[in-house]
Structure formats: C-alpha cells, structure tokens
C-alpha cells in the first residue's frame, strides 16, 4: 500500500534552517509529483512547492521563493523540504503529498504524509 | 495566483441530514477541482477530484458538482464521522496550487 513518512518534530530558533524528508513506498517513487503543503496553528493549508522526483525539478510558491528548497534521493525514495531563515511565523504542520495522476503534475493530492510540527521560538 | 472562495465558515447541522458546502474560484479552473476532509490532528483526506469524482473508498453520501468558478460539495445524510473541515483546492493554474480557507461543519 501507498505510504508516505514524514520524519518527527523538529524545534529551531529564528534565523534557523529546518530540513523535513518523507519517505514514499507502495509505488513507483519517479512516476508521480510530490508537493509540500504546510498548516500554520487553526489555519488553512498552504502549497509551497512541488518536484518531480524522476528528473528532480521543482517548482515553489512565490511566497518561499529563496528559502524553500526540495531535493530527492532515489536510491531511498525518499524527498526533502529545506526551508531556511525561519521566523515565528513558519510555526506549523508541514505535510508531503503525492499527486494522483502518474507523471502528470495538474492533479490533486491522493496519498498524504502524517505531517511534521515544526515550531520556530527563540 | 487564483482565489479560492469557500461558504459558510462553519455550517452546523444535525447528524442525518443534508450539509451543502460551496467553493467559488476567482477565475475558471474548468473541472480541475478537489475537495479533501481534514479531521483535527490528521492529514487531509481527498475526497473529491475533477469536481464530481469520488475518491477510492470514499462513501456515495459524498458527492461534487460544477464547473467554472462555482462548486459545490454534498453530503447527505450526514454520519457522526463526517464532522470535519473540509477545503477545496484547484489545480488548474498552477503555481501555486490554492485552496479555500475552509468549512467547519459541527453538530447542530
């Protein structure tokens, strides 16, 4: 079966960069996207970016545009969401989430990691 | 970036009957439309894709209808499990990928 796990609960001071992986099994890791969504505390849910793991391409909301970086490693299935120069306001869930269609990047979100709370406080 | 709409915030019915929940987009984002169900503590669950698609597994008390800019999620008969949050998101026009702030539906 399809799952992706996120790795646990990370802790930074501001200025600080975090790096969250997820590890995907159950399919075919280059035949589908995967995105980084994040949740703020009783916010809504966010897309930050997106990289298709067969070439490595990404493509990031503006809004992190500079800070935000996903990578992959297909010998592990595995895919990273760096961010950096964390301030108070990225305190939050941040989830990876598999595209439903294969090799095709306009689809929804099928399968969802658990999520991990990164929480920015000096 | 295209604006995801949805009403009301929270909409309070009773278990047993029908929930309505509606997603307005800024510009067409044709049928490319999900809707997900996030219970507090858990990730999102799709539900809905290409506007009126169910989801593996999902239950036919779920249903999606529209096109364009106007959407809308139903839920009949309402279980005591469906009590949720529930977003929509486009992925018509992307980046970014947008979803509506939410609907809170709680027991009446």
């Known amino acids: 079966q399809v799952q992706l796990v996120q790795s646990g609960a990370e802790v930074k001071k501001p200025g600080a960069s975090v790096k969250v992986s997820c590890k995907a099994s159950g399919y075919t890791f280059t035949s589908y996207y995967l995105h980084w969504v994040r949740q703020a505390p009783g916010q809504g849910l966010e897309w930050m970016g997106i990289?298709?793991?067969?070439?490595?391409?990404?493509s990031y909301a503006q809004k992190f545009q500079g800070r935000v970086s996903m990578t992959r490693d297909t010998s592990t299935s595995t895919v990273y969401m760096e961010l950096s120069s964390l301030r108070s306001e990225d305190t939050a869930v941040y989830f990876c989430?598999?595209?439903?269609?294969?090799?095709?990047?306009?689809?929804?979100?099928?399968?969802w990691g658990q999520g991990t709370l990164v929480t920015v406080s000096s | 970036e295209i604006v995801m709409t949805q009403s009301p915030a929270t909409l309070s019915v009773s278990p047993g009957e029908r929930a309505t929940l509606s997603c307005r987009a800024s510009q067409s984002v044709s049928s490319n439309l999900a809707w997900y169900q996030q219970i507090p503590g858990q990730a999102p669950r799709l539900l809905i894709y290409?506007?009126?698609t169910r989801a593996t597994g999902i239950p036919a008390r779920f249903s999606g209808s529209g096109s364009g800019t106007e959407f809308t999620l139903t839920i009949s008969s309402l279980q005591s499990e469906d009590f949720a949050v529930y977003y929509c998101q486009q992925y018509n026009n992307w980046p970014p990928y947008t979803f509506g702030q939410g609907t809170k539906l709680e027991i009446k």
């Open positions: 989430a598999r595209g439903r269609v294969r090799q095709l990047a306009h689809s929804s979100f099928d399968y």
């Open positions: 290409g506007a009126s």
């Open positions: 990289i298709n793991p067969s070439g490595g391409s990404t």
